[in-house]
């Protein structure tokens, strides 16, 4: 404890800086979703402070949140029948509870499971598509499994930084194991990160860009931009009215470029800057 420091307020630093922790991680997760977004058009994320990414965070850790706590409900559910106190109750009891657990842990999953698809429905699913199996489906069960594996691949790696503290015989263990012991936890700690920078790039590439911008998603918008008809240098393409661009999709908006989905086939993204253009209008999807 740090002298001079009341025990109260030393818990209130401490929790702060844990939600500085958290809130710096989802800040980062965010910023790799958009790089990782906009990365698919060749443009890169211009500057490091933007709110964008404190959304897209959240977005991003939310499925893997839902499917943890679901996977955690899971597990107590098989448990909780067989703990030390729970066997002081009769064994049809303990059956009772089991079979209990195994019926709300398939429910508690396929809500899960069927929540997220059901949010994802509307965009991914086409008109065309038949029965319960659709593509948002397919995404939620790959989401599932990247984000399920990314967690307990990282447990697995901070395990024995979670164990007990070292005693002195430990220190008198065998060097070749502790170094084997060693790469074997580095091998794991960069499985982890793998798997973690695997489920950001299909969250990005597949979920992000279906949730709206005004809830702090990555769809693009429809807009409209207003140039001058006397300028024959503009970088977006008039309509007939030569007053207005053609509609476009707006990828990204900073307060030195707009960065836009070009309408050429070959072309992945079109970038200028604000003065090129007179003004610009969001069309209403």
């Not at 209130?12 to 710096?24: C, F, H, N, R, V």
């Not at 709300?104 to 949010?119: A, P, Y």
């Not at 936890?185 to 949730?211: E, N, R």
């Amino acid at each position: 404890m740090t002298e001079g420091v009341e025990p109260g307020d030393q818990g209130k630093i401490d929790l702060a800086k844990q939600g500085a922790s958290i809130i710096a991680a989802v800040y980062v997760v965010g910023y790799l979703v958009v790089t990782f977004r906009l990365a698919q058009y060749g443009v890169t994320p211009a500057t490091w402070l933007r709110p964008l990414y404190l959304a897209a965070g959240i977005w991003c850790l939310l499925p893997l949140a839902l499917f943890s706590a679901a996977l955690a409900f899971v597990a107590l559910q098989f448990v909780e029948p067989w703990i030390k106190y729970s066997m002081d109750v009769p064994r049809k009891t303990r059956i009772y509870r089991c079979v209990q657990g195994i019926l709300l842990s398939g429910v508690c999953l396929f809500c899960t499971f069927g929540l997220i698809s059901s949010l994802l429905a509307s965009h991914l699913s086409s008109p065309a598509s038949s029965g319960w199996w659709k593509p948002s489906s397919a995404v939620t069960l790959k989401l599932a499994l990247l984000a399920l594996s990314a967690v307990g691949l990282t447990l697995f790696a901070i395990a024995p930084l979670l164990s007990a503290a070292q005693t002195k015989e430990e220190e008198q263990k065998r060097v070749d194991r502790d170094v084997a012991r060693f790469s074997f936890q580095v091998l794991v700690c960069f499985g982890a990160i793998a798997l973690w920078l695997k489920y950001i790039s299909y969250f990005s590439v597949s979920v992000y860009p279906v949730i709206p911008i005004a809830l702090g998603g990555g769809k693009p918008q429809s807009v409209v931009f207003i140039i001058d008809s006397s300028e024959h240098s503009s970088p977006v393409i008039a309509d007939n009215s030569r007053t207005h661009s053609i509609p476009y999709k707006l990828l990204l908006q900073t307060e030195n470029s707009y960065v836009v989905e070009s309408p050429t086939k070959g072309e992945k993204a079109v970038e200028f800057k604000p003065e090129s253009v007179r003004g610009m209008i969001v069309l209403q999807e």
